[in-house]
């Protein structure tokens, strides 16, 4: 390798289409044969990993971005990006979009010129109104939040992430508070069911949003509901439970008229 007396042999193992084997450590048990239920840390992989071996666990992207650094140096790659978030991400674009696939860009991109720039504009050609950032359990940013830079720092600082780059984009016609419950649905079949805040967390949260969106707008659904996001952010084992409230508050903050709530002043300001 490179010049040097390592070697390596490389296997793919193919995973088993659970959402949850993208954890490290639900991919750990499901690469051992067993059902991938996320493990308990610490220890940490890097410890206790494969077979009870010290393993390193990259994601896809980290590897992608190795071949051309070794190719041009750390200082080239280093000078993509902006703040902490060097490098380029590979964003995919994909939803009610005209040209969806991926665009390679630098960090620092917005999401205004991936969706007109890249995107072309919504495939329906309505305006688009809210785009989902970082997978399924990503935020749903609304287009006052369009021209905030994405990097990791920028994106946390307004409680969004950018995760592996995946934009989900809607049109006007869209109903947020139907996409927060499908989230909450989501989580309920993809949790694996170790811990009690994403297992029950999920199915009762489908149910409050299916209340609420049948009319019951009292205080106290609405309180409930975010109670219960509040639990799971705090009380998950892992990122399944803990981020599947991200698309549900974001929602019910940028989009309540689509709860059957008032807007904001600063909404009605906008
Ligand atoms: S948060 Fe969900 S997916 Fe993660 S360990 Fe708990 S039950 Fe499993």
Redesign the pocket.
């Known amino acids: 390798m490179l010049g040097t007396s390592h070697a390596f042999d490389l296997y793919v193992a193919k995973g088993a289409g659970s959402y949850?084997c993208g954890?490290e450590t639900?991919l750990l048990e499901s690469l051992e044969g067993k059902r991938g239920?996320?493990r308990a840390k610490p220890p940490m992989p890097a410890l206790t990993g494969l077979y009870g071996k010290p393993t390193v666990i990259n994601n896809v992207i980290t590897l992608a971005t190795v071949p051309v650094i070794f190719a041009k140096g750390a200082a080239f790659y280093r000078d993509f990006g902006m703040g902490r978030s060097h490098g380029t991400l590979p964003f995919q674009i994909a939803g009610n979009v005209k040209q969806g696939g991926l665009a390679e860009l630098a960090f620092g991109v917005t999401l205004r010129e991936l969706v007109y720039e890249y995107g072309g504009g919504t495939a329906s050609g309505r305006p688009a109104r809210a785009v989902q950032v970082g997978g399924p359990l990503g935020t749903y940013l609304p287009e006052s939040q369009w021209d905030i830079p994405l990097d990791y720092e920028a994106y946390a600082k307004v409680g969004a992430v950018v995760g592996h780059g995946g934009l989900v984009i809607h049109d006007d016609t869209s109903n947020l508070a139907e996409l927060a419950q499908y989230a909450m649905h989501f989580?309920a079949i993809?949790?694996?069911?170790?811990?009690?805040?994403?297992?029950i967390g999920?199915t009762r949260g489908e149910e409050v949003i299916a209340k609420i969106r049948e009319g019951d707008t009292s205080v106290r659904q609405i309180t409930l509901l975010r109670e219960l996001c509040d639990t799971?952010v705090a009380g998950?084992?892992?990122?399944?439970?803990?981020m599947t409230p991200f698309p549900v508050i974001s929602a019910l903050d940028h989009f309540p008229k689509d709860f059957g709530l008032p807007r904001t002043p600063a909404q009605k300001a906008a």
């Open positions: 949850v954890e639900a239920i996320v989580c993809e949790s694996c069911g170790k811990c009690t805040p994403c297992r999920s799971m998950s084992l892992c990122a399944m439970g803990g």
